[in-house]
């Protein structure tokens, strides 16, 4: 018998869309697309992280002034509530994800504690 691994993902991603912390991120990014100022800052917030992430890939360090910069949008958007509230979602579905890797890579790990 072969099995298909990619169609139960498929399926697993059709249920994830069904659960309530799928739903409460859905919900929470649609709140802070209507707030035009806060999605604009969360937008500016997202694009500094990852060229900040893409440059300490390329083992380049940071300036003191780019990690000032962020680390006062980052206080700066974490005083929105809309934003608060995406953060709290987000811990939610990563909780669930985290819980979902481990049972998924259990066979895995079992294989190097046998």
Known sequence: ?????????????????????????????ASLKKDEIAFAMFKKFQTQQMTLQQKQMQGQDLTDDEIKEIQELAQKIGDIDAIKQLMEQERQLSQLMDELNQIISKPIADIYQG
Do not use: K, R, S
């Open 1 to 29: 018998m072969t099995v298909n691994i990619h169609d139960d993902a498929n399926q697993m991603a059709v249920h994830l869309q069904e659960l309530p912390q799928f739903l409460g991120l859905q919900n929470a990014f």
